[in-house]
């Protein structure tokens, strides 16, 4: 099996991890703490009401924000 490194690669909703990851700075910024929990469910939220058609409706709403995508959000954005 071969593995492949990509280096900076953007997640499926791009739009929707910059508005998160501004949310999240602000958050920061007023001392409101900020979980990994918040941040899945927050994600779910935003790629929802981001959704303009119907397909993209429709893969919004199967989009699950899984531990492993909040790991690679984190890593993407460098948080901690």
Do not use: C, H
């Not at 790629?47 to 058609?53: G, R």
């Amino acid at each position: 099996k071969k593995v492949r490194f990509v280096k900076n690669r953007a997640g499926k909703y791009p739009r929707a991890e910059e508005k998160l990851e501004a949310e999240f700075a602000e958050r920061r910024r007023v001392g409101d703490p900020v979980s990994g929990m918040w941040l899945q469910a927050r994600m779910k939220q935003i790629v929802i009401e981001m959704a303009e058609t119907e397909e993209e409706k429709k893969r919004a709403s199967t989009f699950k924000a899984s531990e492993r995508w909040l790991r690679s959000f984190a890593k993407r954005w460098g948080l901690s």
